[in-house]
Every structure is written in structure tokens, then in C-alpha cells.
């Protein structure tokens, strides 16, 4: 199958040089794989995604010398495809609505004890108070779980392609780390119509992706998504986690970090040039 891999930003607010990293490591792997690479906008939150900002992606990508295949998929246009796929795993029996806010799931959650973690990659592990809740048609204001034990139940070994070198090879997730350490997520948000990993998975896989670039920030998410794209019977694409850019004292840079924003270099005079010898993309390939 041909190299196809994608950059998938969230028009909330400005790209910065860790867009810029996983942008141009991605494009530049396509390159070298003779392979695609696409751009999809992921503002499946829109209460947060704007226009300006989705404008201002495509000038910053153009800018640092980036193409990409028209029209750009939208996850705004594909509620349909998301629903499509929360139903099979319904179907399958493994989803729940559930009811709580923050505070219920601080309280149920109770003290922490030693060993157990309390926060996974989605924030506060799930206690499981709604687990029974197994309705068929949830109200807008629900939002809906997976059931992480009844899924794990369903599935055999799981394992993805890491193409990176640093982690390089065959990693092999580990069922009781998904229990224990991330727990029941979130496949529709309130008001949402879908989650973040629940899109990526249909998206990823009807773009037909077959090699996946992220920070390593996302090696968590990753296991996550392949549990959802196993559920569902999609294809497991590779993984390529790259190393987090950091700023000049080590400290790995926030997403919303502004003053690393591309759009401030530029206006200051850098060249596209520049962001690569900034972020160490110059060279040899990560
Ligand atoms: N929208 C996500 C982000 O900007 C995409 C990351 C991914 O799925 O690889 O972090």
C-alpha cells in the first residue's frame, strides 16, 4: 500500500514549532516513501474551532512549504461516519451513557491510593459509576464510554508498528495498563456528536492511512486508538512518535504556547528555513 500519512491539527488556536515538527516530519517521510500526505482539520469541537484559525493553517503550512491534495477532509462534515461507528460498538454491547461532571467523578474517584493511578491520558481515570447505563439512543447531553474490561474481553493481543527509531519495532500494549491506567474514555463528548478518538480512527482509516506521525505525547492515545480501530475492524496503521520540541531551557513546549507560534516568526522576518534549523528537521530525518 502506498505511504500515506497525514498532519491533523485542531483550528483552535495558532500552530507553533511543534505543529511545524510533526507537519514537516510527516510531509517529509511521505517524500521519502513516495507516498501522500494529507491535511485534515480536525474541528470536531466547535465550540472551539474558528474560521481565522483554520485560514491561518493553511497559510502557515503553504508558507513553510508544505502541499497537500484538495478538498481537505473536515470532521465537522462527518458526524454521520462518527455515528456510524459508535453504533457497532453499541451493537457490540460496549458502550454506556454516562452522566457525570467533574466533581461526581473527583468524589467517586475517593483518596488515592498507593500505586493506582489516578490520571491517564484523557485526565481523571473513569470510576465506573455509570458502567450499567446501557441505553440505546443517548440524549445530546450524554456523554458516552467505553467499556474497557467488556472491550478487552472481546479482543485478543494487541500490538502496533513503531516506526521511529528511538521505540522502534513491534510494540506489544499491555491489557492491564489499559484498565488500570486509562480506563473507561470517552467516545461522545456532550453536545459533541464524537470524541477526538473516535473520529481519528474512522478518519485515519477512510483517508486510508497507513503510517500515523505524532509527538511521543501521544504514545498512550496510541494503544487507545488501536484498541477502537480493532473494535471496529479497521486497519492498524504504523506509528512513527517523534521526539517533543523543546524550548531552549528543556522544557517541552505547551500547545498553546503563542510565543513559539509559526506566525509570529514569520512576522518578525524568518524564513521557512529557519523553523527547520529551529526545530532540528534540517538534516537527518528523526
Ligand atoms: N488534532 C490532534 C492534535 O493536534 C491530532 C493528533 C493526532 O491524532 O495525531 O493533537
Request: charged letters at 25%; proline letters at 6%.
Amino acid at each position: 500500500m502506498t505511504f500515506t500519512t497525514r498532519f491533523a491539527p485542531s483550528p483552535t488556536g495558532p500552530l507553533h514549532l511543534g505543529h511545524a515538527f510533526s507537519a514537516l516530519l510527516a510531509s517529509d517521510l511521505a517524500d521519502q516513501h513516495d507516498g501522500t500526505f494529507l491535511l485534515r482539520i480536525e474541528d470536531i469541537d466547535q465550540s472551539r474551532a474558528r474560521p481565522a484559525w483554520e485560514k491561518q493553517i493553511y497559510e502557515d503550512l503553504a508558507w513553510l512549504g508544505l502541499d497537500w491534495p484538495r478538498p481537505v477532509m473536515r470532521q465537522s462534515d462527518r458526524l454521520p461516519r462518527y455515528t456510524a461507528a459508535l453504533k457497532t460498538l453499541t451493537d457490540l454491547g460496549l458502550t454506556y451513557a454516562c452522566r457525570c461532571n467533574r466533581a461526581d467523578i473527583e468524589a467517586a474517584a475517593g483518596a488515592p491510593q498507593e500505586g493506582v493511578p489516578q490520571f491517564g491520558p484523557d485526565g481523571r481515570i473513569y470510576p465506573g459509576t455509570c458502567r450499567d447505563r446501557r441505553i440505546a439512543t443517548p440524549a445530546p447531553q450524554d456523554v458516552i464510554r467505553l467499556d474497557m474490561r467488556a472491550a478487552l474481553a472481546q479482543l485478543g493481543p494487541l500490538s502496533f508498528g513503531e516506526t521511529s527509531q528511538d521505540l522502534g519495532g513491534r510494540i506489544r500494549i499491555d491489557p492491564e495498563h489499559l484498565l488500570t491506567g486509562v480506563g473507561d474514555i470517552i467516545l461522545v463528548r456532550r453536545n459533541m456528536g464524537s470524541s477526538y478518538h473516535l473520529s481519528v480512527v474512522v478518519d485515519d482509516a477512510d483517508q486510508g492511512i497507513t503510517d500515523v506521525v505524532r509527538g511521543a505525547d501521544l504514545f498512550e492515545t496510541t494503544q487507545i486508538h488501536v484498541v477502537l480501530q480493532t473494535l471496529l475492524s479497521l486497519p492498524v496503521p504504523r506509528y512513527h512518535h517523534h521526539r517533543l520540541i523543546r524550548d531552549s531551557a528543556g522544557k517541552r513546549l505547551a500547545k498553546r504556547d503563542d510565543a513559539r507560534a509559526i506566525a509570529k516568526y514569520r512576522s518578525e522576518g524568518a524564513r521557512p528555513a529557519d523553523i527547520r534549523d529551529l526545530i532540528g528537521l534540517s538534516g537527518i530525518l528523526t
